[in-house]
């Protein structure tokens, strides 16, 4: 199995234009998991989905922000618009069960200019 | 509400040395606890994992923790450490719902 796989891996955007980010999740897998990490926040939960189903998006920082997972094997992130602050490292998880650990993917580094 | 803590946000140690990483939780149930490290520019690898049974967990790598549910505490532990672990090393709960709630990480040095 190739794991979960982010791309792109580097985003430079300038602020104001819309950023896409996405995730296959490993196949089988049915929990998708959206994270962001920063220096002063750490790891953040932004959403997650069941079944392709939204559960939880109470992490997602504001409307500017928002996720769709069409299918098993894939979910994006989008920020419409961007904005410096949102500058950050977003990963992507996903997971069978809950004992079985979280398998996350190399993550998008993304710069807003 | 559910949360991790990891007291120490930088340790150093001398290669060889012994390590223990501490990490709090804050959870009403049986906790599903998670230790992760991340390499720099990398992403998040799993290293060990407790739901139940034995308490002393071990891991990859020769990482072990144990869980002590009268402290609430998960601490990750190696006997000896190698230059190549230096990392970020991440604790982590399985909370409701099963979304899993990181501390904010310790970061390992090792001395030559």
């Known amino acids: 199995d190739a794991g979960v796989i982010q791309s792109p891996r580097h985003e430079v955007t300038e602020m104001g234009q819309e950023v896409t980010l996405r995730c296959k999740p490993i196949s089988g897998h049915d929990y998708l998991f959206w994270y962001r990490q920063t220096m002063m926040r750490g790891l953040e939960l932004l959403i997650y989905?069941?079944?392709?189903?939204?559960?939880?998006d109470s992490g997602m920082p504001e409307d500017r922000f928002s996720a769709k997972m069409p299918n098993a094997s894939f979910s994006t992130l989008k920020i419409q618009p961007s904005e410096p602050r949102d500058s950050a490292v977003y990963f992507c998880a996903s997971r069978y069960n809950t004992g079985d650990g979280y398998t996350f993917g190399s993550g998008t580094r993304l710069t807003v200019v | 509400a559910q949360s991790v803590t990891q007291p120490d946000i930088h340790i150093t140690v001398s290669e060889g040395a012994s390590l223990e990483l501490r990490c709090n939780y804050s959870?009403?149930?049986?906790?599903?606890l998670f230790w992760y490290v991340q390499s720099p520019g990398q992403g998040l690898q799993l290293l060990l994992k407790?739901?139940?049974?034995?308490?002393l967990v071990q891991g990859i790598k020769g990482f072990e923790a144990e869980f002590k549910r009268s402290q609430s505490s998960f601490n990750l532990r190696k006997p000896s450490v190698h230059w190549s672990e230096a990392a970020e090393y991440f604790c982590?709960?399985?909370?409701?719902?099963?979304?899993?709630?990181f501390g904010q990480g310790t970061e390992l040095s090792v001395k030559p």
């Open positions: 989905f069941n079944n392709n189903v939204p559960i939880d």
């Open positions: 959870y009403g149930a049986t906790p599903y």
């Open positions: 982590a709960v399985a909370a409701s719902g099963g979304k899993l709630i």
């Open positions: 407790y739901f139940s049974g034995d308490t």
